[in-house]
């Protein structure tokens, strides 16, 4: 009979618990909508005290980091108070993250996720600047969901910023193995080729990635952009060569204008690589011919540019 008391009377005390966390867990949440930080990190570590197992704890690991997060204040870096709050910060990420990543509940896993985010930006270098904590967190995002690019590209960031270019090569080959048909992966890919220099493997990402959205004028004007840009600082060009990026950059401008005829970028684009085209041209009735030809695309864009802006004002 005294054991059966004990348990009910143990019993009585979980429901209290559990009760009382889902009181301080609203309170919290009031708290944090009205972005009153401090008063819902006080809330939030209520509700875990009350009922530490619980789904309303494990959820409130995630807001009681953030709130500390916010409370955080990168200007006052260095000063042991505020130091303390991105460490309380990512303290709780990471139980939200481990807690809650692994969860059968679709909320939870999304919750999981965002914690495993804000994890790794607090290792990033606006905060704690350690990437190599922040690498295997990066490297966990990825295990968990290995089909999202956009974790790829933070783990290939992180190699990038520490100059470990190969690493970095090799996981944006990864993101496109992974997702071979997202024309985002080659814009991304294309973007790190041209911060190495690497003009051709630029021009071939993109390509690659052009061949992936045939319909989208935009990937092929940026091509374009690119020869245009080349061809226009890269002294190291033979004339030969300069001649053969005008000519690809005005195949590629023409393709974006044959899917969107009144394209003003690319009319625009045009016209600055037929004046590239002029300046090469020895014969004065081409070159003209050639310069004409740019100034009628000028004004066509002006004209088009101002049919938009009245659309947008009537």
Same mark, same amino acid.
């Given at each position: 009979?005294?054991?059966?008391?004990?348990?009910?009377?143990?019993?009585g005390?979980?429901?209290?618990?559990?009760?009382?966390?889902?009181?301080?867990?609203?309170?919290?949440?009031?708290?944090?909508?009205?972005?009153?930080?401090?008063?819902?990190?006080?809330?939030?570590?209520?509700?875990?005290?009350?009922?530490?197992d619980?789904?309303?704890?494990?959820?409130?690991?995630?807001?009681?980091?953030?709130?500390?997060?916010?409370?955080?204040?990168?200007?006052?870096?260095g000063?042991?108070?505020?130091?303390?709050?991105?460490?309380?910060?990512?303290?709780?990420?990471?139980?939200?993250?481990?807690?809650?990543?692994?969860?059968?509940?679709?909320?939870?896993?999304?919750?999981?996720?965002?914690?495993?985010?804000?994890?790794?930006?607090?290792?990033?270098?606006?905060?704690?600047?350690?990437?190599?904590?922040?690498?295997?967190?990066?490297q *966990?995002?990825?295990?968990?969901? !290995? %089909? /999202? @690019?956009?974790? &790829?590209?933070? =783990? +290939?960031?992180? #190699?990038?910023?520490? $100059?470990?270019?190969?690493?970095?090569e090799?996981?944006?080959? *990864?993101?496109?193995?992974?997702? !071979? %048909? /997202? @024309?985002?992966? &080659?814009s991304? =890919? +294309?973007?790190? #080729?041209?911060?190495? $220099?690497?003009?051709?493997?630029?021009?071939?990402?993109?390509?690659?990635?052009?061949?992936?959205? !045939?319909?989208? @004028?935009?990937?092929?004007?940026?091509? +374009?952009?690119? #020869?245009?840009?080349?061809?226009?600082?890269?002294?190291?060009?033979t004339?030969?060569?300069?001649?053969?990026?005008?000519?690809?950059?005005?195949?590629?401008?023409?393709k974006?204008?044959?899917?969107?005829?009144?394209?003003?970028?690319?009319?625009?684009?045009?016209?600055?690589?037929?004046?590239?085209?002029?300046?090469?041209?020895?014969?004065?009735?081409?070159?003209?011919?050639?310069?004409?030809?740019?100034?009628?695309?000028?004004?066509?864009?002006?004209?088009?540019?101002?049919?938009?802006?009245?659309?947008?004002?009537?």
């Amino acid at each position: 009979m005294f054991v059966a008391t004990l348990a009910v009377a143990a019993g009585g005390c979980g429901k209290v618990g559990e009760l009382k966390a889902k009181k301080a867990l609203k309170d919290a949440n009031q708290a944090y909508q009205a972005q009153d930080y401090k008063k819902a990190a006080e809330l939030y570590e209520e509700t875990i005290q009350a009922a530490p197992d619980t789904e309303e704890a494990h959820q409130a690991y995630f807001y009681l980091g953030n709130s500390y997060d916010n409370l955080y204040k990168p200007g006052k870096k260095g000063e042991p108070e505020n130091d303390a709050l991105l460490q309380k910060a990512v303290d709780n990420y990471q139980k939200a993250a481990d807690t809650l990543s692994t969860s059968s509940a679709e909320a939870d896993k999304k919750l999981g996720k965002l914690s495993y985010q804000y994890l790794a930006a607090s290792y990033g270098p606006d905060k704690l600047n350690d990437p190599g904590k922040e690498e295997p967190i990066v490297q *966990k995002m990825i295990q968990l969901e !290995p %089909n /999202d @690019p956009t974790n &790829y590209f933070a =783990l +290939a960031k992180i #190699y990038e910023d520490a $100059g470990a270019y190969d690493q970095a090569e090799q996981v944006y080959l *990864k993101a496109k193995e992974m997702r !071979p %048909n /997202d @024309p985002d992966v &080659y814009s991304r =890919l +294309a973007g790190f #080729y041209n911060r190495q $220099g690497e003009f051709e493997k630029t021009i071939a990402a993109f390509e690659e990635g052009a061949a992936k959205d !045939p319909k989208n @004028p935009e990937a092929h004007f940026i091509i +374009a952009t690119y #020869y245009w840009d080349d061809a226009q600082k890269n002294f190291r060009l033979t004339p030969d060569q300069k001649k053969d990026h005008i000519q690809k950059g005005l195949a590629e401008v023409d393709k974006a204008l044959q899917i969107k005829p009144d394209y003003v970028d690319a009319l625009v684009y045009k016209g600055l690589l037929l004046r590239l085209q002029a300046l090469m041209e020895k014969d004065p009735a081409k070159q003209q011919a050639l310069l004409k030809e740019a100034v009628s695309l000028h004004d066509k864009a002006e004209e088009l540019r101002k049919q938009k802006t009245a659309g947008v004002t009537k």
